[in-house]
């Protein structure tokens, strides 16, 4: 998983094949634990808060949105929501 931040920069890649690579290598990755995908996206939004990461930050926000169904986030208990 040490790689993560490689391959979320390499989704910003102009390069198709290389993109496409790592697309393919996030998925993979995200097959075999996505608990822990989630985590370290979580940790790149957390500390990487260069002006020059705002890219990757944004990146890291828009994969690990994706494979959360919207109704699931909407269903976390807040304190002022009943």
Known sequence: ????????RSL????NAQ????????NELVKQSAGDVAKHLLEVLASHRDAN??????VS???????FPRFLLFRIPFPCFP
């Not at 998983?1 to 979320?8: E, F, K, R, T």
């Not at 910003?12 to 390069?15: A, E, G, I, V």
């Not at 990461?53 to 944004?58: C, H, S």
Request: with cysteine.
């Open 53 to 58: 990461d705002a890219a990757l930050r944004y």
């Open 61 to 67: 926000a828009c994969v690990l949105h994706a494979p």
């Open 19 to 26: 993109r496409n690579q790592a697309e393919a290598h996030y």
């Open 1 to 8: 998983m040490a790689d993560l931040v490689g391959v979320v």
């Open 12 to 15: 910003l890649s102009q390069d």
